[in-house]
């Protein structure tokens, strides 16, 4: 029981700090009032590294979820791509919040140093 708990907590303490790092990456959009802000990477950076611990805890093959968790912000990022007036809008958001989730993901697999680089 305490190693399960002991486990919890550092899993735990893994998604708290992918969110302050996906908090930090929004906090410089939302001072250049772009369209994906403060919440929007918190909550992408937080989710990717819930995704990735919950992988590592119950999945063989934790490769396969991060893959689906690329594929599916991918989607997401898709979303927030649009052209008007022959200028492509939403590009850079798309892609801030594919790197936020990778952040994310790299603090789920436990390797702090490279997310937060």
Known sequence: MF????????????????????????LER?????????RT?????AGASLIM???LLFSEDSARIAAQIVSGIGFLGA?????????????????GIWMTAGVGMAVGAGQ??????
Request: glycine share 12%; with cysteine.
């Open 30 to 38: 939302s001072k250049r009032q772009k369209e994906a802000g403060l």
């Open 79 to 95: 979303g927030m791509i649009f052209f008007k007036r022959e200028s492509l809008h939403g590009l850079t958001t798309a892609a």
């Open 53 to 55: 611990c919950v992988s």
């Open 3 to 26: 190693d399960n708990l002991e486990t919890e907590l550092i899993y735990l303490l893994r998604i708290i700090i992918a969110g302050v790092f996906g908090f930090l990456i929004g």
């Open 112 to 117: 702090y140093i490279l997310g937060a680089g």
């Open 41 to 45: 990477h918190f909550i992408v950076a």
